[in-house]
């Protein structure tokens, strides 16, 4: 699943590992996020979205099944 942490990130002049603090998560797992190889959780989905101040609609990007 694709995502826009990066750029939301980046936005805020934030390092991985800031964004990790704030999420009590390891910078490992903003990382692998950022890189589409690890999808969050619902819990923090919701924290990430939440922390932009956006709807989870608009940091994660959803592709419809084939």
């Known amino acids: 699943m ?3 942490i990066q750029e939301l990130r980046k936005s805020r002049h934030m390092t ?3 964004l990790a603090d704030v999420l009590e998560v390891t910078r ?3 990382i692998s996020l950022e890189k ?3 999808n969050a959780s619902l819990f923090l ?3 990430i979205a939440q922390y ?3 709807p989870i609609e608009e940091v994660f990007i959803f592709k419809e099944r084939d």
């Open 2 to 4: 694709k995502n826009r």
């Open 16 to 18: 991985q590992a800031q």
């Open 28 to 30: 490992q797992t903003i």
């Open 36 to 38: 589409g190889k690890y």
């Open 45 to 47: 989905a919701h924290d």
């Open 52 to 54: 932009f101040g956006l």
